[in-house]
T-cell receptor, first 113, second 112 residues
Framework: SQELEQSPQSLIVQEGKNLTINCTSSKTLYGLYWYKQKYGEGLIFLMMLQKGGEEKSHEKITAKLDEKKQQSSLHITASQPSHAGIYLCGAEWTQGGSEKLVFGKGTKLTVNP | NAGVTQTPKFQVLKTGQSMTLQCAQDMNHNSMYWYRQDPGMGLRLIYYSASEGTTDKGEVPNGYNVSRLNKREFSLRLESAAPSQTSVYFC???????????FGSGTRLTVV
């Protein structure tokens, strides 16, 4: 969807480096979901953000939602080959929820050993 | 807890053949979804069922039909497969609005 943009489209980093993936919405976000997809597999839920300024972490992955609730970032610290995959954000644009999420096109992450 | 189960995992069809992709969830989720994933296109919604007994078109419904057989099962049917339907198909479900999706592991379909 053009209303939900992910950047960059692809990213190649050396193992041990930090990286950030962004998800930008043209509308206020009432829920922002991050998923990871390993090549050839299904999507795994990472984190959900709802409140402006909210930040959540799981192991070496931190996701933030900005105060205006229109942009989210996913930051990986000290990347490892196991972090490689496609990261997708999904948006909820209706307060209280809507019938379906809208997804970005994804960011393909490669981590070289 | 199996989550969302999709069958088959792989399928090759000839142009014009029909087939049904099966999806079942055991989490008592109300909503179910079918997406296709193509390189550079991200996830595109084909059809969804917000609750048992209802189905609605998504972004790319042409060439597909769906059936919400019961609360657990949501099938996707290709009546006359075309090469443009070569894709990876994902089923997903969730309990309610403001809940995240749980995805199946996907069906890789090739139409020759």
């Amino acid at each position: 969807s053009q209303e939900l943009e992910q950047s960059p489209q692809s990213l190649i980093v050396q193992e041990g480096k930090n990286l950030t993936i962004n998800c930008t919405s043209s509308k206020t976000l009432y829920g922002l979901y991050w998923y990871k997809q390993k090549y050839g597999e299904g999507l795994i839920f990472l984190m959900m953000l709802q409140k402006g300024g909210e930040e959540k972490s799981h192991e070496k992955i931190t996701a933030k939602l900005d105060e205006k609730k229109q942009q989210s970032s996913l930051h990986i610290t000290a990347s490892q080959p196991s972090h490689a995959g496609i990261y997708l954000c999904g948006a909820e644009w209706t307060q209280g929820g809507s019938e379906k999420l809208v997804f970005g096109k994804g960011t393909k992450l490669t981590v070289n050993p | 807890n199996a989550g969302v189960t999709q069958t088959p995992k792989f399928q090759v069809l000839k142009t014009g053949q029909s087939m049904t992709l099966q999806c079942a969830q055991d989490m008592n989720h109300n909503s179910m979804y079918w997406y296709r994933q193509d390189p550079g296109m991200g996830l595109r919604l084909i059809y969804y069922s917000a609750s048992e007994g209802t189905t609605d078109k998504g972004e790319v419904p042409n060439g597909y039909n769906v059936s919400r057989l019961n609360k657990r099962e949501f099938s996707l049917r290709l009546e006359s497969a075309a090469p443009s339907q070569t894709s990876v198909y994902f089923c997903a479900s969730r309990y309610g609005t403001m809940d995240g999706y749980t995805f199946g592991s996907g069906t890789r379909l090739t139409v020759v």
